[in-house]
């Protein structure tokens, strides 16, 4: 639904970076993408012409929120043989993971894939069920890096009260988060 090709991601990146040095912001940039893997992204994958972040060329990926895909666990190597490292978006956000947590530990088992929280989804942003598995997800210390999530003005109303709430603070306790190990 939403093409990123990585040109016009880069254009556009660009054109932040010059805004933001001509309005003498003090901040670190870096620029990356999340994908919808689907067909289009395989193709992608397979040209090698993806952007990816970090030494450990992190890949950002997201699911379908209600259709599990049938060959997840291969479409997870195959990221892995392109030379990525797959991490899955908002892992709390999929409904056919949520019956069990043990649905997370046994994917991260097989694929060594790893998990990006949405941390707004602790302060019930997007639902209560959701809420629950995320902070299930915390507790099993299933979380490897933090998202904001943070696409419009009112997504900071929600960022503002996570960073109080002691699940965040638990987030960071019982998981070992790897965004420092960006910098
Ligand atoms: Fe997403």
Redesign the pocket.
């Known amino acids: 639904m939403f093409p990123n090709p990585k040109d016009t991601i880069l254009h556009e990146f660009q054109k932040l970076k010059e805004e933001v040095k001509k309005r003498k912001i003090a901040i670190e940039l870096e620029v990356a993408a999340?994908y919808y893997a689907d067909e289009s992204f395989e193709k992608l994958l397979y040209k090698g012409n993806l952007l990816s972040f970090g030494k450990e060329d992190y890949l950002l990926f997201?699911l379908s929120y209600f259709t599990k895909p049938q060959d997840l666990e291969s479409m997870i190597y195959e990221i892995q043989k392109a030379g990525y490292t797959p991490v899955l978006?908002?892992p709390e956000r999929y409904t056919y993971f949520h019956d069990s947590i043990d649905n997370y530990k046994r994917l991260k088992e097989v694929t060594d894939v790893l998990f990006q929280l949405n941390i707004v989804s602790i302060a019930n942003y997007y639902s209560k069920q959701i809420a629950k598995i995320a902070k299930g997800l915390i507790d099993a210390g299933l979380i490897d890096f933090m998202g904001s999530?943070t696409h419009k003005k009112r997504h900071t109303t929600y960022l503002k009260q996570t960073l109080s709430d002691t699940y965040y603070k638990k987030s960071l306790r019982k998981n070992v988060i790897l965004n420092n190990k960006l910098l």
């Open positions: 999340e997201e978006a908002h999530d």
